[in-house]
C-alpha cells in the first residue's frame, strides 16, 4: 500500500506541475498515464484483497483446529478429574471401613 501511495501521490504532483505550464499535450499525456496507474493500482489492490482472502481463510481454518484441540483437551481433563474423583471416593470408604472413628 505504501508503494501505491507513493506512486499515485507523485503522479498528483506530476500534474500539478503540467498544469501550471499550460501545456495540453502534456496534460492529455498525463491523464493516460494517470488512467493506466489507477488500472496499475487496482490490480494490485485486487491481488491484496485475493492475498487477505487466503490468509483470512487459512486463519479461520486454524482457529477450528485450535477449538478442536481444547474440546479435546478438556474432554481428557474431566475424564481424568473423574478418575480422580472416583479414586479419592473409594480410598476414603475403604478407610472408613477400617477405621470407623475418622468417618464419623
Request: with cysteine; glycine share 4%; charged share 30%.
Amino acid at each position: 500500500m505504501h508503494t501505491s501511495y507513493l506512486l499515485f501521490h507523485g503522479l498528483e504532483l506530476f500534474e500539478k506541475q503540467a498544469h501550471k505550464q499550460n501545456s495540453s499535450t502534456l496534460t492529455s499525456g498525463l491523464y493516460v498515464i494517470r488512467v493506466r496507474t489507477l488500472q496499475t493500482l487496482k490490480q494490485h489492490q485486487l491481488q491484496e484483497l485475493e492475498h487477505m482472502e487466503q490468509e483470512k481463510l487459512k486463519l479461520k481454518q486454524t482457529a477450528e483446529q485450535l477449538a478442536e484441540k481444547y474440546e479435546d483437551t478438556k474432554d481428557k481433563q474431566e475424564e481424568i478429574t473423574k478418575r480422580q474423583d472416583i479414586g479419592c471416593i473409594i480410598y476414603f470408604t475403604d478407610r472408613c471401613h477400617f477405621m470407623p472413628g475418622i468417618c464419623s
